[in-house]
């Protein structure tokens, strides 16, 4: 068991599965991450390295599987993406502090694991490049 987790906790589904996976290619990779949500059925993934476009993301393939999907492609490089068993909302591109990332490295979104489950918000798929930008970004809070 998890420290700090009650059996209540467990018993009451108030316990969220979260994984990150660098999945360097989706595409490379699409049939071992389906099988892995298969086995491990987390309720949100963050992936960072997806290296497809937008249009070449799977998306009704994780749909088909049980999983909303947001996310920021780009060719090649980078790519990040968050997926929920639950609807994704609030998706954001950007730190909202003004400057644009062209190198797709930051999504955040809402959402909720289950409905008895409380909100997570502003769930984050980044790679951040200094200390300062780790201290002054962490994304994951609770509602």
């Given at each position: 068991?998890?420290?700090?987790?009650?059996?209540?906790?467990?018993?009451?589904?108030?316990?969220?599965?979260?994984?990150?996976?660098?999945?360097?290619?989706?595409?490379?990779?699409?049939?071992?991450?389906?099988?892995?949500?298969?086995?491990?059925?987390?309720?949100?993934?963050?992936?960072?390295?997806?290296?497809?476009?937008?249009?070449?993301?799977?998306?009704l393939t994780l749909k088909a599987v049980g999983y909303?999907?947001?996310?920021?492609?780009?060719?090649?490089?980078?790519?990040?993406?968050?997926?929920s068993k639950q609807p994704i909302t609030e998706v954001?591109?950007?730190?909202?502090?003004?400057?644009?990332?062209?190198q797709a490295r930051f999504i955040s979104g809402t959402?909720?694991?289950?409905?008895?489950?409380?909100?997570?918000?502003?769930?984050?798929?980044?790679?951040?490049?200094?200390?300062?930008?780790?201290?002054?970004?962490?994304?994951?809070?609770?509602?």
């Open positions: 068991m998890v420290k700090g987790l009650t059996g209540a906790m467990l018993t009451a589904g108030l316990v969220i599965r979260i994984a990150t996976y660098n999945v360097n290619s989706i595409r490379a990779r699409e049939e071992r991450l389906l099988a892995w949500l298969d086995t491990a059925k987390p309720d949100v993934v963050l992936l960072q390295e997806l290296k497809v476009e937008d249009d070449k993301f799977p998306a909303e999907a947001a996310w920021l492609g780009q060719k090649t490089y980078n790519g990040v993406a968050i997926l954001k591109t950007s730190f909202d502090d003004g400057h644009e990332d062209p959402t909720y694991a289950k409905e008895s489950s409380p909100a997570i918000t502003r769930l984050s798929g980044s790679s951040f490049t200094t200390p300062e930008q780790i201290r002054s970004k962490s994304s994951f809070q609770r509602a």
